[in-house]
C-alpha cells in the first residue's frame, strides 16, 4: 500500500495476520504519526462540541478538518489491511457503527495480542 505525503511515498506491507502483527503494528504507527493523526489513534482529538466563546464558523471549520483527518486516518488503517482480517474484527465487536480509529486498532492489539499470547 501506497502513501503520500507531500512530495514523500510511504510504502506499507498490509497486515495478513498475527504472525506479521508487531512490524506491522510499529510501521503503520509510524506511518499515521508521521501524516500527524496519532491523536485520532488515541482519541484525544475532539471536535464534536462548541467551544467557550467559539465562534460559529470557527467550529464548522475545525469540524471540517477533523472529519477529514478522521477519515483520512480510517483510509490509511483500513486500507493497510487485508479485506480477509476483517471478518476476524467483527466477530470481536467491530463493526460500522463503531468504526473509528480507536477501536480499530484497540480490536486489533486485542485480539492479535491474545492470539500470540495463546500460540506460545
Known sequence: M????????????????????????????KQIKNFGFWEYVESTIFALALGIDEEQDTFIERYKVYNIEFNKTMHLLENAIYDDMFSTFWNHGYN?????????????????IRATTGSV
Open 2 to 29: 501506497l502513501f503520500f505525503k507531500d512530495d514523500v511515498i510511504i510504502k506499507v506491507k498490509l497486515f495478513q495476520g498475527e504472525s506479521d502483527f508487531i512490524t506491522w503494528q510499529r510501521r503503520i504507527s
Open 96 to 112: 460500522f457503527t463503531n468504526s473509528n480509529p480507536k477501536v480499530l486498532i484497540d480490536t486489533l492489539t486485542s485480539v492479535l
